[in-house]
């Protein structure tokens, strides 16, 4: 896969917040020109993915905001969404491989929406919780609460670099410098 910073006013753009919208309601979106402000920051990074397994495709495939504080070993995924002209077709796989060819080094953590059954996507939920865990994503047992609500961290280790609490929180704060009141707990 091929991976394009997205850029403001540019074709990328479009595509890329159009995706965005899609994939996730607007409780859970922070307004674009946020995103595009924050990937200003060292480590943090707005990418379209091209996948290279369809190569008649001109568009992007999927899209990834990460976080990695410089010189850390912790990434954290914080939106991916796949265009959904191409869901289902391995998409959201092999960016995740890519991502750990890419990183090497970094143990990976995303967030998921709480699987409860009183949900009212409660089996969207469940099903994108089994992606995570076929791709070697475990629960933390934590819950991340911040102002757009609660979501269940998971997490995928390498060698070397496991995951704590106190590097996520850390990496959190980099991300907002702690405006946003996010809170990190055991999960009860």
């Known amino acids: 896969m091929r991976a394009h910073r997205v850029r403001p006013l540019t074709r990328a753009d479009r595509w890329a917040r159009r995706v965005y919208q899609e994939a996730f309601p607007p409780s859970e979106r922070l307004p674009w020109t946020a995103l595009h402000a924050l990937s200003l920051r060292p480590g943090i990074d707005l990418v379209a993915w091209y996948d290279d ?3 008649g495709r001109t568009s992007p495939s999927a899209l990834t905001w990460t976080v990695r504080r410089p010189g850390e070993s912790l990434l954290y995924l914080f939106y991916l969404a796949v ?4 869901r289902g077709r391995g998409v959201g796989s092999r960016l995740l491989a890519e991502l750990s060819r890419r990183h090497p080094s ?10 409860v059954d009183d949900a009212p996507n409660a089996e969207q939920r469940r099903r994108r919780l089994a992606f995570y865990e ?7 047992g ?21 995951f704590s609490a106190e590097r996520y929180r850390a990496l959190l704060h980099h991300l907002d410098r702690g405006l946003t009141g996010t809170r990190l707990a055991p999960r009860g």
């Not at 934590?142 to 060698?159: I, N």
């Open 53 to 55: 397994a369809d190569p």
């Open 134 to 140: 076929r791709a070697g994503f475990r629960d933390t």
């Open 142 to 162: 934590l819950v991340l609460t911040d102002a757009t609500g609660e979501y269940w961290p998971l997490v995928r280790e390498v060698d070397g670099a496991p």
């Open 83 to 86: 265009d959904p002209t191409t």
């Open 106 to 115: 970094c143990t990976i953590v995303l967030d998921v929406e709480p699987v």
